[in-house]
């Protein structure tokens, strides 16, 4: 792509966001003064503001640059990935969130591995949970900071002045502005850049949808012109037809219940302020997901039908569909609007991570093993600049493997965290044995199939083509959290005040 120093609109808009980001870091700077306001926002969040703050720590730039250009690869087969938004804002609420935050009333929780040892009593299972939070932050951190760099260099045409030294010097910036307002402020500011971030999104992808229905007909000439094409053909519109039902399904069965355990978006439910609020929240963060997504969907059916018509060059490369259709067919403001969004996307779920991976350092592992830390806002800070340092060093070493990392990560969440979670809090019989062994074996199997997929001797078979380590990862952790269950035949023993929370 070439530089974008030529048009300053888009350089002027990217820029005012930044400015506003660590606005808000610094503002937030005045308002942490404790550990709750660094890991939970002092628990003051309302329910609009934890709805979009939900959805922009959910939605990464894979939504914004990897999801059209998944979608001119495999056709209407990538938005399986999307189908389950019409119900995870009600699974998260009405399955996790309303125990989750009734805890944190009874005890002090301010991270998911806390609930793991308030809910099981289990400090095997809390120290598990907080590895896999580790090690899924860490992967997921340095996916942003590779994709910041990339669109950076795009954005400010760096590459052209920089040469070589372009990626790494665009990925150290961005690491700096992230780091500076989390450790600035913590949880407090993460939320209301979310907040900020969200709004952004929202407004970029509905504005671009409409761009991309004017500019391609609407839906239905598009999806003629896709199914005319020799080059996408009819099949590019079959919801199966580009991945394969096997990896269809398996995505859809990630996405949709292995949202439960993304602890970026569970840990909003324990900064509302007014937990009967709750009921509200799928309403907000399902028409938010909603809207945001839609450009994914116009990007995504716009490019392919401008390229049947030859009124775009067929892509080199799929992930420059969403820049090709903005530097080409949208306004200057617009396309600054969308990096701006983009932007936003990234930012916000790097710097929930940071503060997820901060805590899982300072709290959640040294509680695991007997221990606490006296200074833990102060031992927060310092844990968000290493954690930076180190994400950036693995974006940098492994600048190849964005996909691999998000989806590891996702992948790595939804299989350790997502069965124990879920059925955790909502049957009692479960036992700190099985939910230690559920995280382990989900955690441990989403890496060892994601390696071996990738690096997969040639003695060795593969999985059935097409099936997504984590899904298999995820079933295997079910599995283990109900047969461990079964096999364990000892009472459960809950404190009272947890016990009822359970029975709510």
């Not at 989806?407 to 879920?422: H, I």
Request: glycine letters at 14%; a positive charge; aromatic letters at 10%.
């Amino acid at each position: 792509m070439s530089a974008l120093g030529g048009r300053p609109w888009i350089l002027i808009v990217a820029g005012l966001y930044l400015a506003a980001t660590l606005a808000i870091g610094f503002w937030a700077l005045r308002r942490t003064r404790s550990a709750a306001d660094f890991f939970v926002a002092g628990r003051g969040v309302g329910v609009v503001a934890a709805g979009l703050a939900t959805m922009s720590a959910a939605f990464s730039g894979f939504v914004f640059l990897g999801g059209p250009g998944l979608t001119y690869r495999l056709g209407l087969a990538a938005l399986m990935i999307n189908v389950p938004v019409s119900f995870t804002g009600a699974l998260l609420a009405w399955v996790i969130g309303k125990r989750l935050r009734l805890l944190a009333e009874v005890r002090e929780v301010f991270t998911v591995p806390d609930a793991f040892r308030v809910r099981f009593g289990s400090r095997a299972a809390s120290g598990l949970a907080a590895t896999a939070v580790l090690v899924g932050s860490v992967g997921y951190l340095a996916a942003q900071i590779l994709a910041l760099g990339v669109l950076g260099e795009n954005l400010f045409g760096t590459r052209e002045l920089l040469g070589a030294w372009s990626l790494p010097v665009v990925m150290a910036i961005g690491t700096v502005v992230v780091t500076s307002y989390c450790v600035a402020g913590g949880m407090v500011a993460g939320v209301y850049t979310d907040v900020f971030q969200g709004a952004v999104m929202v407004g970029a992808a509905t504005a671009v949808f409409v761009q991309c229905l004017r500019v391609g007909g609407g839906l239905g000439e598009m999806t003629r012109a896709i199914a005319a094409s020799p080059r996408f053909g009819a099949g590019f519109l079959d919801p199966l037809g580009g991945a394969g039902a096997a990896a269809a399904f398996g995505f859809f069965f990630v996405f949709g219940i292995g949202v439960l355990g993304q602890p970026h978006m569970v840990h909003k439910f324990l900064m509302l302020r007014d937990p009967e609020r709750l009921r509200y929240l799928p309403l907000v963060l399902g028409v938010a997901q909603s809207l945001c997504l839609l450009i994914w969907l116009g990007i995504g059916l716009a490019v392919p039908a401008l390229v049947a018509r030859g009124a775009m060059p067929p892509l080199g490369q799929p992930d420059d569909a969403a820049p090709a259709f903005l530097l080409g067919f949208a306004p200057q403001w617009l396309a600054g609007v969308v990096f701006a969004g983009a932007l936003a996307a990234i930012m916000s779920t790097a710097s929930s991570l940071l503060n997820l991976g901060a805590a899982a350092l300072v709290r959640d592992v040294p509680r695991a093993c007997g221990r606490r830390i006296g200074d833990e806002l102060g031992a927060g800070r310092l844990a968000t600049v290493g954690l930076a340092i180190v994400a950036a060093a693995v974006a940098w070493g492994y600048g190849d493997l964005i996909a691999l990392l998000g989806t590891f990560a996702f992948g790595t969440f939804a299989a350790a965290l997502g069965p124990a979670l879920a059925i955790g809090l909502n049957w009692r019989r479960v036992t700190g044995r099985a939910a230690a062994a559920s995280v382990a074996v989900g955690l441990f199997a989403n890496l060892g199939l994601e390696l071996l997929q990738r690096w997969r001797p040639a003695a060795l078979p593969a999985l059935r083509p097409g099936v997504p380590a984590s899904a298999v990862a995820l079933a295997a952790s079910f599995v283990t959290l109900f047969v461990v269950t079964a096999l364990d035949r000892r009472a459960v023993e809950l404190p009272a005040d947890v016990a009822a929370v359970l029975e709510v």
